[in-house]
């Protein structure tokens, strides 16, 4: 990965920090509404008796809280920098799927673009699944063309 990549990297965790220093100090840091609020008690469920109740939406991202809960306790603060992680790491299959498709230019703009916008930033820190789906779309995505180059390479 070319130094500019990684410098996209920083400066997308340094903005996070630096939203997450303001966001916890926010009365209503931890306290899930609406959506949020559905997936935070589905994965307590999960957790308190193994409820596998009708779900809404489908079932991974309460699961994906529940571990984290049972790995942290039932904090927020763990489930936003879990998010980040993911949000930054999607970055990298992100910037090799763009770099093959249209060069290494636009690659790295995507990336820019992606590590610094609002409001990724802001949906990463919300207890909702996009992030956790848009990081495991992007590793199956990039998977899926690594297996159709290899593919075509070996006729």
């Known amino acids: 990965m070319p130094a500019g990549f990684w410098l996209a990297l920083a400066a997308g965790l340094a903005l996070r920090v630096w939203y997450f220093s303001d966001l916890i100090a926010q009365p209503w840091f931890g306290y899930p509404l609406v959506d949020a609020l559905t997936f935070d008690r589905t994965a307590l469920g999960i957790l308190r008796d193994g409820y ?18 049972s790995l942290f306790g039932h ?22 799927l763009g770099q093959r498709w249209f060069g290494q230019s636009a690659a790295l703009a995507g990336v820019w673009v992606s590590a610094i916008y609002p409001l990724r ?17 992007l590793c199956a995505t990039w998977q899926l063309w690594q297996a159709i180059e290899t593919n075509a390479s070996s006729r």
């Open 121 to 137: 930033i802001f949906f990463e820190a919300e207890t909702l699944d996009v992030t956790l789906f848009t990081f495991l779309f």
């Open 52 to 69: 596998q109740g009708a779900f809404s939406r489908p079932p991974l991202y309460p699961h994906f809280l529940a571990a984290v809960y």
């Open 75 to 96: 904090s927020a603060a763990a489930v936003v920098w879990i998010q980040f992680a993911l949000g930054l790491g999607a970055l990298a299959p992100a910037y090799r």
